[in-house]
Structures are given as C-alpha cells and as structure tokens.
C-alpha cells in the first residue's frame, strides 16, 4: 500500500528471546502483510504484552492507523479487532475472550454475538 512496509521492520532482539516468541512475531508479521493488501495502513503500533518482559505473552497488539479519504476528519472510530486461525487455539480464544467480557462487565450485561 505505499508508505508502510511491515516486513521491513526490524524488532528488538530482546523480544525475540525465546522460540515461542520468534514463531508468535512471524505469525503476526504474515497476518499484518496480508492485512495491508486490502488496508490502507499508514502506520503501525506494537503495544501490549508482547514487549514486555511477559514468558509467554498471550497474543500480539498493535494499533493501525488507516488512511482515510473521509473529508470529515473530525470523524472519530476505532474497533477492536482479534484475528485467530479456525481451529482448536482459536477456539480457545474465542471462549477465553467471552470469559474476559463477563468477567469485566458482568454475566447480565455482556454477550457474545455470533455476526457471521
């Protein structure tokens, strides 16, 4: 898409320290590349526990920003977004993530919406 190339970026090796790490950012760095073929990204963020100190952090964050043609730029959105694959870890999350919203908010006021 132009300005930002993912695969470019080179991270601090201290983050790299163990193999679940080095497969965790790979894995990450595969699904931003392809996310950027139909996302007009013009910067990336790496957030969250995965630059921290964290054994085993549980996922990798980032916050994308998009370039937007919207000629309102007083417009104010944000979404939050987890990509897991489709099978026995991405259920986990799945079910993980629903616990997470109970948890926080409460078993009366949360649901989970299946949208697709």
């Known amino acids: 898409m132009g300005l ?3 695969m470019d970026y080179q991270i601090n090796k201290k983050l790299l320290g163990s193999k679940y790490r ?4 790979q894995n990450s760095k595969n699904i931003i590349k392809k996310l950027e ?4 990204i013009s910067e990336a963020y790496l ?7 964290k054994p085993r952090p549980a996922d990798v964050d980032f916050i994308i920003l998009l370039k937007i043609k919207d000629k309102n730029h007083k417009a104010k959105w944000s979404v939050d977004l987890v990509i897991a694959p489709d099978n026995k870890y991405g259920q986990f999350v799945l079910e993980d993530g629903d616990k997470w919203v109970k948890e926080k908010y409460g078993l009366d006021k949360s649901t989970m919406i299946r949208i697709r």
């Open 37 to 40: 073929k139909v996302l007009p």
């Open 4 to 6: 930002f190339n993912f």
């Open 47 to 53: 957030m969250g526990g995965f630059t921290t100190k």
């Open 22 to 25: 080095r497969e965790m950012w």
